[in-house]
C-alpha cells in the first residue's frame, strides 16, 4: 500500500559551507496535490527543491520521494528516478540550439526507443496542451518569456511525471501569462494524475490554484495551510507577505550602523 | 608589518592550495569525459555535428591563413637559399617547416582562439542559462550527452585541419616559388618528395595535432564547465581558453619535438 504522501521531508538541514540555508524542515506533499512552497528571495525554496530531486545533498534528515530516500540512491538509481520527475526551471531552461519540437522531443529520443512518428504525435498532444501546438517550427530565441515557459512545461510533462516541481514559474511574466501558467498548471496536475510542487513568492496567483502552503522564511516552515487559512492569518510575516506590506517583522532596512553613524554625524554632535 | 607578512604567505599557500585543487578537478573531469565517451560512437551523429562546428565552420581561417603562411615562406625561403645557390631547395624548406611545425602549432592556435573560445562560450552560457541542470533533472547525463562528442568532434577535427593548412602552405609556397620567382617546377617538387619522410616528417606532425586536439578541446570544455553562471564568469572562461591553450600548444610541441627529433 503507497504511502498517501508522494514527497516527504524530514528534519532535512543543509548548510552552504558553514552557512546554514535549511533548517529542521519537515513537509509531507500529498499525492495528487499542488502545493506551494512560498517565501521571500533568498530563503532556502529552491535549495529545498534541489535537494528533492537529488542535486544537492542534505547535511542532516532526509528527503523521501515515492518512499525512496534521495541522497541514499546511486547514480544510475536517482536518473531513473529523475526519468520519473519534470521539472520546470525559473527562466524555462530550453536548449537554444534546437527547436520548440525538438525540446519536447528531448527525453524521449533520449530515454525511448518509441518510432520518429509517434514521438511527433506525442510532442503535438504536448505542444497542444500548452497551446503551442503552432509554435513547434520556431526556435527558443524567438519566443515570447510566457510562451518559452509554456514550451519548458511542455518538456516536463514529456514523459507523464508522478512529480512536477515548479521554480518561480510566475517570475517575469505579464498578468495574461500569469493566469495561463497558473491555469496550466493545475489542470495538468489533475490530467496527469501527478503531484506538484511549486516554489513561488507570487502569492496572488498561487493561492488561487494551490492546495497546501508551506511558508519558508530564513529557511524554517513558518507557516502552513490551506489558502483560505493563509488569507485568514492576520499577523506577523505572514500577513506582511500576503498583502504585501512594506515593513513588518521583514525589516525595510537591510541592518547595519545607524543612519547618523554612517553620516559621521554623532561625532559632529559630540 | 608581521601581520602583512602572515597574510601574503597565507594568500599564496591559498592560491597554491587552490590550483593542486583544481589540477585534480580538471582530470577527475578529463576521465569522465573518457568514461562516458561511448554515446559519442554510438551515436555518431552527434560527433559529427560537433566536427562540423569546430572543424567545418574554421576552414575559412585555416585555408587562409594556411595559404599566406606557405607564401611567406617561399618568399622568405628564396631570400635565403638563393644567396647559397640552392633555390632548388625551397620545396623541401617549405614542406618540412609546415608538416613537422608549423602546420599543427598555427593551425592548432587558430583551432583555440576560433573552435575552443566558442565550445568554451557555449557550454558556460548552457550552465548559466540552466540547460546543464535541465539536462541532469531529466536524467540524461551532460557529460556524456553534451561534453564529450565536442571532444572527440574537436579531436578527430584537429589533425584534419592541420594536414589542410600545411597542403594548402604548400601550394601557397608553389605560387610564390615557382609561378611568381620562377624556381623551376620539377625541382621544386621532385626535392620535395626525396626530402620529407612519411614517417619521420607527416606523421610526427599528424601525431602532434592529435595531441594539441585532445589538449585544446580539453582546456575549453573544461573551462566552459567550470566557469561560474555570469556574464563576468563566462567571459573571463573564454579567455583563459584561449591563453592556456596556447601556451599549452606551445609547451607540448617543444616536448614533443624532443621526443621526435632529437630522441631524447
Avoid at chain 1, 127 to 145: C, I, K, T
Avoid at chain 2, 13 to 38: C, D, E, K, Q
Wanted: charged share 15%; proline share 3%.
Amino acid at each position: 500500500m503507497p504511502s498517501e504522501n508522494l514527497v516527504e521531508i524530514r528534519d532535512l538541514n543543509f548548510t552552504y559551507d558553514v552557512r546554514p540555508v535549511l533548517q529542521g524542515i519537515n513537509m509531507d506533499i500529498p499525492r495528487g496535490k499542488v502545493v506551494a512552497i512560498m517565501g521571500l528571495s533568498g530563503c532556502g525554496k529552491t535549495t529545498l527543491l534541489r535537494l528533492i530531486g537529488g542535486q544537492l545533498k542534505p547535511s542532516q534528515g532526509a528527503a523521501k520521494v515515492a518512499g525512496q530516500t534521495v541522497h541514499e540512491l546511486d547514480s544510475d538509481a536517482l536518473y531513473r528516478m529523475r526519468r520519473r520527475m519534470g521539472m520546470l526551471f525559473q527562466f524555462g531552461a530550453l536548449f537554444t540550439d534546437i527547436s520548440v519540437f525538438d525540446n519536447v522531443a528531448f527525453q524521449m529520443r533520449e530515454h525511448t526507443d518509441l518510432p520518429e512518428s509517434l514521438i511527433r504525435d506525442l510532442v503535438l498532444l504536448k505542444l497542444e496542451a500548452v497551446g503551442l501546438r503552432g509554435a513547434h517550427d520556431l526556435m527558443p530565441a524567438e519566443l515570447s518569456g510566457g510562451m518559452a515557459r509554456r514550451v519548458a512545461l511542455a518538456r516536463a510533462i514529456a514523459l507523464d511525471p508522478m512529480l512536477i516541481m515548479y521554480d518561480e514559474p510566475f517570475a517575469g511574466l505579464d498578468t495574461i501569462s500569469l493566469g495561463v501558467i497558473g491555469n496550466l498548471i493545475r489542470h495538468l496536475n489533475d490530467a496527469l494524475g501527478a503531484t506538484s510542487i511549486v516554489v513561488t513568492h507570487d502569492i496572488q496567483e498561487s493561492l488561487k490554484i494551490v492546495d497546501y502552503v508551506y511558508f519558508m522564511s530564513e529557511g524554517r516552515v513558518i507557516a502552513q495551510g490551506t489558502p483560505a487559512e493563509i488569507r485568514a492569518v492576520d499577523t506577523g510575516f505572514v500577513r506582511q507577505f500576503v498583502h504585501g506590506e512594506i515593513d513588518g517583522p521583514m525589516p525595510f532596512h537591510y541592518p547595519g550602523a545607524t543612519y547618523a553613524a554612517d553620516l559621521a554625524l554623532e561625532a559632529v554632535h559630540a | 608589518m608581521l601581520e602583512r607578512g602572515l597574510a601574503a604567505i597565507r594568500g599564496t599557500g591559498h592560491r597554491v592550495v587552490n590550483a593542486i585543487w583544481r589540477m585534480g578537478y580538471a582530470s577527475r573531469f578529463f576521465f569522465a569525459v573518457l568514461t562516458h565517451s561511448g554515446m559519442s560512437f554510438r551515436r555518431f551523429y552527434l560527433t559529427v555535428k560537433e566536427i562540423y562546428f569546430a572543424g567545418v565552420l574554421s576552414l575559412i581561417i585555416i585555408l587562409v591563413s594556411g595559404l599566406f603562411v606557405g607564401m611567406v615562406l617561399g618568399l622568405q625561403g628564396y631570400e635565403t637559399l638563393q644567396k647559397y645557390g640552392s633555390e632548388s631547395a625551397l620545396g623541401t624548406l617549405v614542406a618540412l617547416s609546415l608538416v613537422r611545425e608549423l602546420g599543427p602549432v598555427l593551425a592548432a592556435l587558430l583551432f583555440a582562439s576560433r573552435a575552443g573560445s566558442a565550445i568554451t562560450a557555449e557550454i558556460g552560457l548552457m550552465k548559466a542559462t540552466e540547460q546543464i541542470t535541465a539536462m541532469e533533472m531529466m536524467a540524461v547525463n551532460p557529460i556524456a550527452r553534451v561534453v564529450a562528442p565536442r571532444f572527440w568532434g574537436g579531436v578527430i577535427s584537429m589533425p584534419l585541419l592541420a594536414a589542410m593548412f600545411s597542403a594548402m602552405g604548400v601550394f601557397g609556397g608553389y605560387l610564390v616559388g615557382v609561378v611568381m620567382i620562377g624556381v623551376d617546377d620539377g625541382q621544386f617538387w621532385s626535392q620535395m618528395q626525396s626530402a620529407v619522410d612519411f614517417r619521420r616528417d607527416v606523421l610526427n606532425g599528424v601525431i602532434k595535432s592529435g595531441v594539441f586536439g585532445v589538449a585544446v578541446t580539453a582546456i575549453a570544455l573544461f573551462e566552459g564547465y567550470d566557469a561560474p553562471p555570469t556574464a563576468e564568469g563566462v567571459s573571463r572562461a573564454t579567455t583563459r581558453t584561449v591563453v592556456t591553450s596556447s601556451l599549452a600548444v606551445l609547451v607540448l610541441d617543444f616536448l614533443l619535438t624532443a621526443f621526435m627529433f632529437r630522441g631524447i
